[in-house]
């Protein structure tokens, strides 16, 4: 497997760029963290499935034997982390978000790309989560 590298200049920033950073920014979250943090998720149920289905889908979320962790293993783990009630059917749920299509509410990684364009810098997935001031989140 070789290691891309992400584009530095936001404007060349791809769809496929995006995904890799946003499943930077989960696992920072959810691989580093414990429920005992106190972080909360401030965004909507939907984004943050759809945020878990795209990190799921780049294969770069690992247990500890390296093995990558299924789509019900993150949210699972995210849910628990972030102090969200687990949907019935996550998948089903991600699915959908990611069929969005409108102007009144794009799909997440849609409006992340855009984020990432227009403020380089900022970690649009982490400024969701609520509580996590005292925590150092490195993606």
Known sequence: M?????????????????ERLLAAEVA?????????????WTGTAI????????????YTLRDDEGNCLSFRQI???????LHTP???NPYEVACRARR????????FLDR????????PHSQPFLRLVAGGETASFRP
Not at 75 to 81: D, E, F, L, T, Y
Not at 112 to 119: P, R, S, T, V
């Open 2 to 18: 070789t290691n891309k590298t992400i584009p530095t200049s936001p404007e060349t920033l791809t769809s496929r760029d995006a």
């Open 28 to 40: 920072a979250v959810i691989l580093s963290s414990s429920a005992d943090e106190h972080l909360h």
């Open 47 to 58: 984004d943050l499935m759809e945020a878990l289905y795209t990190a799921y889908l780049t």
């Open 75 to 81: 949210v699972s783990r995210a849910c628990a982390v």
């Open 86 to 88: 687990v949907p019935h």
């Open 100 to 107: 969005r299509k409108g102007l009144k509410c794009l799909p």
């Open 112 to 119: 992340y790309l855009w984020q990432k364009q227009h403020h």
